[in-house]
């Protein structure tokens, strides 16, 4: 089975701080994403990426940035972390549209 | 704009029900249309998903009922047990483009 893996579980953070959440897939899928879940507000879409050093905005790119160095590796960065950014981050990949994404266990950030 | 409209937000049905979801869209380009499952502290799983060419698809005791015409999708579990108590989600997309998600409904089956 194709593992995702997010990096924390669980994050404290300040604001301002400039914070990392790191997303690992295992099994050579081209696409990577990052959605953030909010209680009554679904997943919604923030990054993706479908090649390495390839990068597409999604519906609340603001005041977040990404990376894609390596196939495996998509990192979702918070450049000034705010406290409205408090959420659960949710990494996901795929391989092709019929066979879905497999999602991370997610990160749930707070900024205090 | 919301392009996944999902309803009810929450459900709570008895052991044995027949809990439904309905999820509405509005770009008629979308082609895929997948129905995640979440349990507390994971990720999204997906459980069923279907094309727009077929009305219907069972998978166990799931299934996902299409209306093109109506650009509406519903899923439907069978005989609900305590253990499908979880959070459901809708999604479309078209090829090449990211999942677009509902709002998520949160199913409570008593036993």
């Known amino acids: 089975d194709v593992k995702v893996t997010q990096s924390s579980r669980y994050l404290v953070k300040r604001t301002g701080e400039k914070v990392f959440l790191e997303c690992v897939q295992d099994?050579?899928?081209?696409?990577m994403f990052w959605y953030r879940q909010d209680p009554g507000l679904g997943l919604r879409l923030i990054y993706f990426?479908?090649?390495?050093?390839?990068?597409e905005k999604g519906d609340i790119p603001e005041g977040y940035s990404v990376s894609r160095e390596k196939k495996e590796r998509f990192s979702l960065i918070l450049e000034s972390a705010s406290t409205n950014q408090t959420s659960m981050y949710l990494c996901?990949?795929?391989?092709?549209?019929?066979?879905?994404?497999?999602f991370g266990s997610g990160t749930r950030l707070t900024v205090v | 704009q919301q392009q996944v409209k999902q309803s009810p937000q929450s459900l709570i049905v008895q052991k044995g029900g027949i809990p439904i979801i309905n999820c509405a869209y509005e770009?008629?380009?979308?082609?895929?249309f997948p129905w995640y499952q979440q349990f507390p502290g994971k990720g999204p799983a997906l459980l069923i998903a279907?094309?727009?060419?077929?009305s219907e698809k069972k998978e166990g005791r799931f299934t996902i009922s299409f209306n093109k015409s109506a650009k509406q999708f519903s899923l439907h579990i069978m005989d609900s047990q305590p253990g499908d108590s979880a959070t459901y989600f809708c999604?479309?997309?078209?090829?090449?483009?990211?999942?677009?998600f509902g709002k998520g409904t949160t199913l409570s089956v008593s036993s």
């Open positions: 996901a990949s795929s391989l092709v549209q019929i066979y879905g994404y497999t």
């Open positions: 099994m050579d899928h081209e696409n």
């Open positions: 990426s479908y090649d390495v050093k390839m990068k």
């Open positions: 770009n008629t380009a979308f082609d895929y």
């Open positions: 279907i094309r727009p060419d077929v």
């Open positions: 999604a479309a997309n078209q090829a090449g483009t990211a999942l677009i």
